[in-house]
């Protein structure tokens, strides 16, 4: 069973230490100052300091980058502290490390070979083999190092069980950088009825991964097919285990870290000749293990984050109240056993797997009636949901460490165990009064519930009148004016932090302490009360790092106002088009926003629930938070899309001069392409530090346009910020120029998808195609090389256009 994901590396490296006749990739004995290198060159095995120079370690390494990052240490809790040492292998097939004679750390196999011979494989796994066999990466070997990980995993490397010869892999971090000593942070597969991969710290769980449900894990609904790794989990009676592989030549890894209690993930980059970040685990702050407590989630895109699940409340109500959650939530109501029901509840990493039991026989109603038939069982689903599902896995006791996913999708269903009176379903009242009730009773019953709809039917028609009845369909807080007016010092001019179009932004301060950001829409302002609810519904659902945060509104006397996470720094355009503030990013901080932005559109148009087209990317609506992490904002005229469709029409254009791609511009036709088209010019705007549209004398300046032409005369690097100019990396600029150029091209088709730029920025191995001519190019405006700078020119969002 596998599937495919998105991140990086290098397909299998090799290397060969041999135990019989003598040459420079065999040996029968290594000494400290000598050092086996791979037939490639990539990875180097040897006696190494790790940055302290009175203990030494046998240890593999990258030999071809300059950090030359160690991936697997054999005597961590062992080093010696001189240069009596020595590897031998044996004739029975082990390799021994003695230090004085005395033995530090020896290899051992279930069966003595005729013919050993120890190499170091290009995927950087050590192995032993007899010598007449052939070299193949992911047979059974006599020993391997793979099956003895240190705190760093490889492509091809399995964490898990190897359930016949009793082998546990597992990744366990190193006390430091430079102390290999084992911590106790570790990333394990633990063997419940329905498995899991945990990452423990001592014997507390520290994050949970969710199980595998046929797709993916049930905690990464970012695991989507792409051409770049294959995902692989077995389970059967010989093994449970997981592992990643490569279908591109790129370079990955990932490292267990006991100071930052993370799992990152890091991508080789040939042009900086380092390890750029790429992902981590835990990401936030849900992703941390039972943070909310029993029978309760977690939602990062909710405030306050903790609620109870439904027929559940607080076992602490003053705790609760007080923000303290980690107690979570109990029954309303006891159990009945035979009469309870169940809810349904979608978009969840399931719960802890701990006490669980799995018959992948039976299908799901099956699952219901035997869930139902033992009185202990609190939940159920299938335990595989590829195709119309199948299987079935049980929860008994407690439900721990639930995340709730804004797009049901993203996550799974999850069938709860409820008694009767806590049960919202009309179906279900009425079959259990029936059950226990005369049929006399029962259409009673009937007649007070129709009469009952038919008074919720005219609450909802008089709600119409009133605005609220927009957004109390969201999960959303509804904040008091009167709040927000006491946060924002009475909408002071001093609290004032940005307008545009649709009004003016405030700073506040609300009691807890905690600093927001008040859009306050004005009452002339052309994004009106359906623009309004479109943003509220569209980003109360969506939740990524580099999305902004909403965490309530307030539509009170008149007032349309949204109250976002406060993001200290301001919008991209303060600092990138201003010659002074634009020093404080060189080229790597630029590099960095420019990846993030590629994130969250990636989010919007291919993880999120519906496809989002956000249709006003521009520097202004991205903003920038403490540490300079981009967050896309404003989407009050995104649009979404369904699984199949791809594109849309309007006569009524809104967006942007200068960001707005072609099609859309003319004829009112936007898609994922028209986002791809804007970002294209945003990319420019930050490596070039102008606006895409400016003035210069008496003409009006198209950035593209000029990047277009500096490229074709092999000028490019001419266009980069004076700002940067002594940080940036050439070779990885002038790539992402050729990107920005391959999104801004004339036909929507031709544009790569968000997925493939973050891919092409994550990579300098994969060929881009040449760049047709940009979808703005104006071939009767004459731009010199050397043009002079612009100055600056109206960015307002603009509505109320036709399209021809």
């Known amino acids: 069973m596998s599937i495919i994901v998105y991140t990086l590396f290098v397909s299998s490296l090799v290397v060969s230490i041999a135990a019989d006749t003598p040459s420079n990739s065999q040996f029968q004995s290594l000494s400290p100052g000598e050092t086996i290198v791979s037939p490639r060159g990539i990875f180097e095995l040897g006696f190494f300091n790790l940055g302290n120079p009175n203990k030494s370690y046998l240890a593999i390494r990258y030999k071809s980058y300059p950090d030359q990052t160690f991936v697997w240490v054999a005597n961590g809790a062992n080093p010696i502290n001189d240069s009596s040492a020595i590897l031998k ?5 082990s390799l021994v490390l003695t230090h004085y004679n005395n033995h530090v750390w020896s290899t051992s196999s279930p069966k003595e070979a005729m013919n050993p011979v120890a190499e170091l494989l290009d995927s950087g796994n050590l192995v032993i083999r007899e010598k007449n066999e052939a070299k193949l990466e992911g047979k059974e070997y006599l020993w391997q190092s793979f099956d003895y990980p240190s705190n760093t995993m490889l492509a091809g490397m399995k964490i898990g069980w190897d359930l016949k010869r009793k082998i546990n892999r597992r990744l366990i971090a190193w006390k430091s950088d430079d102390d290999p000593t084992p911590g106790d942070l570790s990333w394990i597969i633990v063997l419940h009825p329905y498995p899991e991969i945990y990452m423990m710290s001592g014997t507390k769980k520290h994050h949970r991964l969710g199980p ?11 695991m989507k097919p792409n051409p770049v790794f294959n995902y692989k989990f077995v389970s059967n009676k010989d093994e449970v285990t997981y592992m990643w592989t490569l279908q591109t030549s790129l370079i990955t890894k990932v490292v267990l870290n006991q100071t930052s209690q993370q799992r990152p993930r890091y991508v080789w980059s040939e042009a900086t000749r380092s390890w750029n970040f790429y992902s981590t685990m835990p990401g936030e702050y849900c992703d941390y293990y039972g943070v909310c407590g029993a029978n309760s989630f977690c939602s990062s895109t909710a405030s306050p984050m903790c609620d109870c699940l439904k027929g559940f409340k607080p076992k602490s109500p003053e705790k609760w109240n007080s923000m303290y959650r980690t107690e979570g939530c109990r029954l309303k109501s006891p159990l009945t056993c035979m009469l309870d029901g169940f809810v349904h509840v979608d978009g969840l990493k399931v719960p802890d797997t701990t006490n669980t039991s799995v018959d992948e026989s039976i299908d799901l109603e099956k699952c219901r009636t035997k869930c139902l038939n033992n009185c202990s069982c609190m939940a159920y689903t299938n335990s595989n949901i590829s195709g119309s599902g199948s299987g079935c896995v049980m929860w008994f006791g407690d439900l721990l460490d639930i995340k709730l996913y804004p797009a049901p999708e993203s996550g799974q269903r999850l069938y709860i165990r409820l008694p009767p009176s806590e049960l919202d379903s009309i179906r279900h009242k009425v079959s259990k009064i029936m059950y226990a009730t005369s049929v006399a009773a029962a259409i009673g ?25 927009y957004v109390n369909d969201l999960d959303l807080p509804l904040l008091d004016l009167s709040i927000i007016i006491v946060a924002t010092n009475k909408f002071s001019e001093g609290n004032k932090i940005g307008e545009g179009g649709f009004g003016s932004v405030y700073w506040g301060k609300l009691a807890s302490g905690l600093e927001i950001a008040v859009k306050r829409l004005s009452k002339n302002s052309d994004q009106g009360m359906s623009e309004f609810v479109n943003e ?101 005229v995104a649009k979404t899309f369904g ?16 960001y707005m791609a072609p099609e859309y511009a003319i004829d009112g036709q936007f898609s994922i392409k028209s986002d791809v088209f804007s970002f294209g010019v945003l990319l420019l705007e930050i490596i070039c530090g102008k606006k895409s549209r400016c003035s210069s004398g008496k003409q009006i300046v198209h950035l593209v346009d000029h990047v277009w032409t ?90 109320l256009l036709t399209a021809r």
């Open 536 to 636: 509220v519904k569209l980003i109360a659902r969506v939740q990524h790092r580099n999305l902004v945060k909403l965490l309530g509104c307030c539509i009170q006397k008149k007032e349309k106002m949204l109250v976002y996470e406060y993001m200290v720094n301001g919008s991209l355009d303060y600092f990138i088009f201003d010659s002074t503030k634009g020093k404080l990013l060189d080229w790597p901080k630029r590099f960095h926003i420019i990846c993030g932005i590629a994130r969250g559109l990636m989010y919007l148009h291919q993880d999120s629930r519906l496809r989002i087209v956000h249709r006003d990317l521009k520097a202004s609506n991205v903003l920038l938070d403490d540490t300079l992490n981009p967050k896309i904002s404003d989407f009050g």
């Open 89 to 93: 292998l044996n004739s029975p097939g």
């Open 643 to 658: 699984e199949e469709n791809i594109e849309g029409n309007t006569n009524r254009i809104v967006g942007t001069y200068g």
């Open 212 to 222: 595998w449900n046929g797709l993916r894990f049930s905690g990464m609904p970012e």
């Open 445 to 469: 019953v009937i007649l007070a519930i129709y009469f009952l709809y038919r008074r919720k039917i005219y609450e909802k028609s008089m709600a119409e009148y009133n605005n609220e009845s």
């Open 710 to 799: 500096l490229w074709k005369k092999d000028m490019a690097l001419q266009i980069v910020d004076p700002n940067m100019e002594d940080s940036c990396i050439a070779s990885e600029v002038l790539r992402c120029i050729h990107i920005g150029l391959l999104c801004v091209q004339q036909y929507p088709e031709d544009r790569p998808t968000m997925t493939s730029v973050v891919l092409l920025l994550g990579s300098d191995e994969v060929q881009l195609d040449e760049p047709k001519e940009p979808g703005h190019f104006v071939k009767k405006e004459s731009i010199e090389a050397n043009s002079s700078s612009c100055s600056s020119t109206n960015a307002m969002s603009i509505t």
